[in-house]
């Protein structure tokens, strides 16, 4: 057991430093993606409208402008960005996931450092400092973490979310949910 807890006192917190770095990269990736349903889904929401009329009219003539609004085949639009989109989703899904690592990494730590300190007469601060320096990394990174992950939810996915959902309501999709309430037992 000292064995395992030596080897994490050596590599336990470059393994943190690691994993922040690869979850920065998983948040700017999920950061981007998720950016670009939000306005894959704007652009869907926004009504199309054509005018009609003559350009250029003559001197002193009037001329009608019409709009009509063009109906959108939002079946070949609508499926494929929710497709794009549930794969943003679960690059967001592995982010959120990875953070509560970092919590536990960091109570890991604490216990090998402890047990070092414990178990090695001669130096126990070289123990009770590698619990420490792995705890507070633990908790440094999952706090800033969390923070970023609040603000992407707060920011793009809670946008993305509303979109669908006027979306939705103005094309009258009928989603899943609806299909089955209506259904009879």
Not at 84 to 93: A, L, T
Not at 152 to 178: G, H, P
Request: proline share 3%; charged share 20%.
């Amino acid at each position: 057991m000292l064995g395992l807890c030596s080897f994490l006192a050596n590599h336990l917190n470059g393994l943190i430093h690691a994993l922040a770095v690869i979850e920065a990269g998983i948040l700017v990736y999920t950061g981007l993606q998720m950016f670009w349903r939000k306005r894959e889904i704007e652009a869907l929401n926004r009504p199309q409208i054509r005018k009609t009329g003559a350009s250029k009219p003559a001197p002193g003539q009037t001329v009608g402008v019409y709009e009509t609004r063009l109906d959108k085949k939002w079946y070949e639009e609508y499926n494929p960005f929710l497709e794009r989109y549930q794969r943003s989703s679960s690059w967001y899904r592995a982010f959120s996931l990875i953070i509560q690592l970092f919590t536990l990494l960091g109570i890991l730590g604490t216990v090998a450092g402890l047990y070092i300190a414990m178990n090695e007469g001669r130096d126990i601060y070289q123990g009770v400092e590698f619990a420490l320096s792995s705890t507070v990394l633990g908790i440094i990174y999952a706090v800033v973490f969390k923070v970023l992950d609040i603000g992407l939810s707060a920011w793009l996915i809670n946008a993305v979310e509303e979109n669908i959902e006027r979306f939705e309501k103005s094309y009258q999709v009928e989603t899943d949910d609806a299909r089955h309430e209506g259904a009879a037992p």
